[in-house]
């Protein structure tokens, strides 16, 4: 259920297969022993203080735009509702710059000083989380939700902000 190759190496049927997966597949992969080993492996690389980059060498990238948008990570419906990038009283940022993030949740969290940059964040669920200095800059956002959320030194410059929900957020 996770592309293992790059897009650019896919046949066309992978391609098809990947871009095509419906919301629920998305969030269910993540659900399974090879989503959690994943996850897992993408927390040990942000608390090392790794970056996006080093996911490249377990999950592939998918396209899901038919412009000329490069591929994105396929990280789409990953769950990380209630997490806290707070360890040991130090905030440790995490990287999903370059990522493709659509349908994934971030509700109850605390992400910030992490990095969103050049990430698809469509349909994602940010609600109640702390996000405080993120860089959602040059993020695709088309309905994402950050309602009651703290997003105070946020940078969203030349990010796409189409239908997003903001009620309640602390923008400082």
């Not at 412009?67 to 806290?84: A, V």
């Not at 360890?87 to 995490?94: P, T």
């Not at 000083?113 to 994602?124: G, M």
């Amino acid at each position: 259920m996770f592309p293992i190759i790059p897009w650019e190496k896919m046949s066309t049927d992978e391609r098809e297969f990947f871009r095509d997966m419906p919301e629920e597949t998305l969030i269910a992969r993540w659900d399974s022993e090879e989503g959690r080993e994943l996850k897992k492996k993408i927390i040990e690389i942000n608390l090392s203080r790794g970056n996006s980059t080093a996911y490249t060498s377990f999950v592939g990238t998918v396209n899901t735009s038919f412009g000329k948008s490069p591929p994105k990570i396929d990280l789409r419906g990953i769950n990380f509702s209630e997490f806290s990038n707070l360890h040991h009283d130090e905030i440790y940022g995490f990287d999903f710059s370059n990522c493709a993030l659509h349908y994934s949740d971030f509700s109850n969290s605390q992400f910030s000083s992490s990095n969103f940059r050049k990430s698809d964040l469509l349909y994602c669920n940010f609600s109640n989380s702390i996000l405080d200095g993120c860089d959602f800059s040059e993020a695709n956002l088309t309905l994402s939700n950050f309602d009651n959320s703290c997003l105070e030194g946020a940078n969203f410059q030349n990010a796409w902000l189409s239908s997003i929900s903001l009620v309640n957020a602390d923008l400082g």
